[in-house]
């Protein structure tokens, strides 16, 4: 089976920019989890979809938000970026929604906000 | 769970010698514990992860104990080898069972040959 896979890859925007974030979780997998990773903070939990309804929700700003498509694949946006924004953006799925269910990782996107 | 502390920051150890990385929680409804591991610029992936039925897992080098009482779950890598240093990760997950899983802040391991 094919890994997580996110795109794009790479990514620079500058500040009041928004951004769109796509990840393909693993085939028959249903749920989808987004973290920020940054060298500070470490890994932080943005939220969590399953069955495109999210499930769960982290301390960030409303800025943040995403969704879950019929076929699992998932987005998040950032709307007015801010230098702070500047991260890694993993996202991870997992074949249900249960908090014992192992995860599984894509690549990432670097967002860069200058 | 919404706090996982996780320590040390940094290990340096001899290649052949044991590491040990140890994190403590705060919600005792927390029910599961991963271990990933990411190596530069790579992503995490998990390495082994204990349930909280279990006191103990091992597979292989790698060993994970968890004591419920106390709230603290450890890592055990035994004859380490060069391409055991990276990052490692504990987290801990319990959202009214739903994923939501709170990471430690790391520890980079160095495993010098």
């Known amino acids: 089976k094919a890994g997580v896979t996110q795109t794009p890859r790479y990514l620079i925007k500058t500040r009041g920019q928004q951004v769109t974030l796509s990840c393909s979780p693993i085939?028959?997998?249903?749920?989808v989890s987004w973290y920020q990773q940054t060298p500070g903070q470490g890994l932080q939990f943005l939220f969590e979809y399953f069955s495109e309804t999210q499930r769960n929700k982290g301390n960030f700003p409303g800025r943040f938000s995403g969704r879950q498509f019929s076929n699992s694949r998932s987005e998040m946006n950032v709307s007015t970026l801010e230098l702070g924004d500047s991260a890694l953006y993993l996202c991870?799925?997992?074949?249900?929604?249960?908090?014992?269910?192992?995860?599984?990782f894509g690549p990432g996107t670097r967002l860069l906000v200058l | 769970g919404e706090n996982v502390e996780q320590h040390p920051s940094t290990l340096s150890v001899q290649e052949g010698d044991s590491a040990v990385i140890k994190c403590t929680y705060s919600d005792s409804a927390s029910n599961y514990f991963p271990w990933y591991k990411q190596e530069l610029g790579k992503r995490p992936q998990l390495i082994i992860d204990i349930r909280s039925n279990v006191g103990e897992k091992k597979d292989q080098r790698i060993a994970v104990t968890l004591n419920k009482t106390a709230k603290h779950f450890s890592l055990h890598i035994t004859e380490t080898q060069p391409e055991d240093s990276a990052v490692y990760f504990c987290a801990e997950t319990n959202s009214g069972g739903y994923q939501k899983v709170t990471f430690g802040t790391g520890t980079k391991l160095q495993v010098i040959p």
């Open positions: 991870a799925s997992s074949l249900e929604d249960r908090a014992t269910e192992t995860q599984y």
């Open positions: 085939s028959g997998h249903r749920s």
